[in-house]
């Protein structure tokens, strides 16, 4: 299995970027994607996720209204679009695949990516 986080990059406070999460080699009938994010100095914190299943979505207060998952099943891939960035979403962005009873916690997911580092500074 594996996970390729990509789309990452310096960006402005109040711009956008729209991260990618391609996924291959996994095979499941039901499972979540997530996005996760670490800060320097900060714990690793779930911030969006979407449901194989049914398409559900899910996210933390800190980025709803902001960032929209969406998924792309005929390329098998996940993207998070993330409008109006502040300095304070700096961090470098993971994505998982598992199947969490939790889907904000990271310690359900069994795959992760390598990550993408994404700037908010002016």
């Known amino acids: 299995v594996q996970l390729q986080a990509s789309g990452g990059g310096l960006v402005q406070p109040g711009g956008s970027v729209r991260l990618s999460c391609a996924v291959s080699g996994f095979h499941s009938m039901s499972y979540a994607i997530g996005w996760f994010r670490q800060a320097p100095g900060k714990k690793r914190e779930g911030i969006s996720y979407?449901?194989?299943?049914?398409?559900?979505?899910g996210y933390a207060n800190s980025v709803k209204g902001r960032f929209t998952i969406s998924r792309d099943n005929a390329e098998n891939t996940v993207y998070l679009q993330m409008n109006s960035l502040k300095p304070e979403d700096t961090a470098v962005y993971y994505c998982a695949v598992g199947w969490p009873t939790v889907p904000l916690l990271g310690n359900e997911y069994d795959y992760w990516g390598q990550g993408t580092l994404v700037t908010v500074s002016s």
């Open positions: 979407i449901k194989s299943s049914d398409g559900v979505t």
